[in-house]
């Protein structure tokens, strides 16, 4: 079954802590590994993607950690801020059309000042 | 910045009624897609078009729904006889091409009484 499993559900984190959401899947077909963020009443927006052949991408405070052997994926949020908190999705998606993407259940991330 | 744009952005039917739901996405964008996310539940794909056709859908995606793009800048989603069930918010998404990540709009609130 092509399954993303996302976890935590929520996560509070101090201002200037790490954010770490983590997610598994079970597809071996899946390649392309992308995280959504979304704000209430708002689309899900790209953050940062990342395809099997890498094992870690960068982006400003955004890293994406990538683990082929266990099926296994993570976003960190280095330096979380106040305006980071929202709900984080990952997803996974195969054939590199990315069609039929599928999303975890999504993680509520709050930081606090 | 392009955006993919979705209207109404709140949509009230009776049960039993037809709805159209209208999206704009990105104009050289040659994938579509909608997906639909139940209040405090992920984000569930529905169906992908590409060449004036479907070439993915989802178990979701029953012969109450159809897709279409009548014009050159319009890809619709119709659901032909709501239930209380179809109630969600319903996002479209558009891509350019192959390996290019998918871009949302701010979606459509689908309520049904």
């Known amino acids: 079954q092509q399954q993303v499993k996302q976890s935590p559900q929520s996560l509070i984190v101090q201002k200037g802590g790490i954010s770490i959401i983590n997610c598994a899947y079970e597809?071996?077909?899946?390649?392309?590994f992308p995280w959504y963020q979304q704000f209430p009443g708002k689309g899900p927006a790209l953050l940062i993607a990342?395809?099997?052949?890498?094992s870690e991408k960068k982006e400003g405070r955004f890293t994406i950690s990538f683990n082929k052997s266990a099926k296994q994926f993570s976003l960190h949020i280095m330096d979380s801020q106040p305006g980071d908190s929202a709900t984080y999705f990952c997803a996974a998606s195969k054939g590199g059309n990315n069609n039929d993407m599928r999303f975890g259940a999504g993680t509520r991330l709050t930081v606090k000042p | 910045e392009p955006e993919v744009t979705q209207t109404p952005s709140h949509q009230v039917t009776q049960m039993g009624q037809e709805v159209i739901l209208r999206c704009v996405p990105i104009?050289?964008?040659?994938?579509f897609y909608w997906y639909r996310q139940i209040l405090g539940q992920k984000v569930e794909f529905l169906v992908s078009?590409?060449?004036?056709?479907?070439?993915?859908k989802s178990e979701i995606f029953d012969d109450q729904f159809s897709v279409e793009r009548p014009d050159g800048s319009n890809f619709t989603l119709k659901i032909r006889s709501t239930k209380l069930e179809d109630s969600a918010m319903y996002f479209c998404a558009s891509r350019l091409g192959a390996n290019q990540p998918q871009h949302f709009g701010d979606g459509t609130r689908l309520s049904i009484l």
């Open positions: 990342i395809r099997p052949d890498v």
């Open positions: 104009s050289n964008h040659l994938y």
């Open positions: 597809n071996t077909a899946f390649d392309y």
């Open positions: 078009f590409y060449n004036n056709e479907i070439s993915e």
